[in-house]
């Protein structure tokens, strides 16, 4: 009897989950039975095996689910060109303008101003309004994890940092993955180079020069949209870990492992509310919880047992009990930058990043 009512029980569930599913099927077939034009903002390309990259993956499977139609625009420059673009897409019929940049914020906010019928959305940028929204992942939180990685890896305890620009959210990054070096090496120190550009080789590749000629660096790491630091890596032995995309199979000798996005999780539900006429100009910064950011799985070159450290730390994170900048935290200078028991906010991790952690050596802007 008790066999019968199980199964009776289990059918039922069944059915009202397929009521379900046909119910959203049917509301999301009715908003996408029209194709939506989407027009897409990159500083970079859609195949720069980064942050481009990341971005245009992630759309793509969007543009599949929900019958849209992209236009990407590459290599738009940080400057009032941008607008000009947006404005472009808009006279071909987006309804929908995405930037990837945080360079393209200004401009986004005045043609958004100027086109109240249109929605945007600007990734990690800081000034929303009725209709645009700005975005990013807690990348940070894997960096962190990344930074565990990069302290149980290295053997001279001299990790280097290849970075863009000293702005909050590298700065964030820097802090963040210098954390998790130390919580498992507290001798290590991550030396930091900065490029002043998120995609250009030349730059990078200066950078990468002076950490090698200058420690004993045998792991780096990268913020900037250009893989040509990992080029030289995997070109001189040294370990790297990557940022925004698995790109094992290009440095197969030297990757570990990389902070990487999965953009989709982010675009499909807020385009989804963009189409249902539910868009509410915010700004969402998702954690590891929604998915949206991910460690990449650890690569045969990571020395054994440093997944358990790894997956120990991450499930902190997914259980909401513990995040990066918790403190005691002592910045380069010893100063307590956060006290015990205490936890910077959201607003002070955004904006006020111009300092870093102790066991930062950066080098000059």
């Given at each position: 009897m008790k066999k019968i009512l199980a199964v009776a029980c289990g059918i039922i569930i069944i059915i009202i989950i397929g009521i379900i599913q046909i119910s959203v099927r049917e509301t999301d077939t009715e908003v996408t039975r029209e194709q939506t034009k989407v027009g897409f903002i990159l500083n970079g390309t859609i195949d720069d095996h980064s942050w481009g990259q990341a971005h245009y993956e992630g759309m793509e499977k969007c543009a599949d689910s929900l019958n849209l139609k992209v236009f990407y625009r590459e290599n738009v420059p940080t400057d009032e060109r941008c607008g000009e673009y947006m404005e472009e897409l808009i006279d071909q019929g987006c309804e929908i303008i995405i930037c990837n940049s945080f360079g393209f914020g200004e401009y986004a906010l005045e043609v958004a101003k100027e086109h109240r019928d249109i929605y945007f959305f600007h990734a990690t940028g800081v000034a929303e309004s009725d209709n645009l929204s700005t975005y990013f992942g807690r990348i940070y939180q894997m960096r962190y994890l990344s930074g565990i990685v990069a302290g149980l890896q290295t053997e001279t305890d001299e990790i280097g940092y290849v970075a863009a620009y000293p702005i909050p959210e590298v700065n964030r990054g820097i802090n963040a993955?210098?954390?998790?070096?130390?919580?498992?090496?507290?001798?290590?120190?991550?030396?930091?180079e900065?490029?002043?550009s998120w995609t250009g080789d030349e730059e990078a590749e200066q950078a990468t020069e002076k950490l090698l000629a200058e420690h004993s660096v045998d792991v780096l790491t990268i913020h900037t949209d250009t893989n040509k630091t990992l080029e030289m890596a995997e070109e001189r032995g040294i370990w790297c870990i990557g940022y925004n995309m698995d790109n094992v199979e290009l440095y197969p000798n030297t990757f570990l492992t990389a902070p990487v996005f999965e953009w989709e999780n982010f675009y499909e539900p807020h385009i989804l509310e963009c189409l249902q006429g539910k868009f509410a100009g915010k700004h969402y910064w998702d954690g590891a919880e929604t998915g949206i950011v991910s460690l990449a799985p650890l690569s045969r070159n990571v020395k054994p047992g440093i997944q358990k450290e790894v997956e120990e730390a991450n499930q902190k994170f997914l259980s909401g009990t513990f995040d990066v900048f918790y403190g005691p935290i002592t910045d380069t200078d010893g100063y307590m930058r956060v006290g015990e028991m205490e936890c910077m906010t959201d607003t002070e991790m955004l904006n006020a990043f111009d300092w870093y952690v102790e066991g930062v050596v950066a080098g000059s802007e």
């Open positions: 993955f210098t954390l998790g070096v130390r919580r498992v090496n507290p001798d290590a120190k991550v030396y930091v900065w490029t002043q």
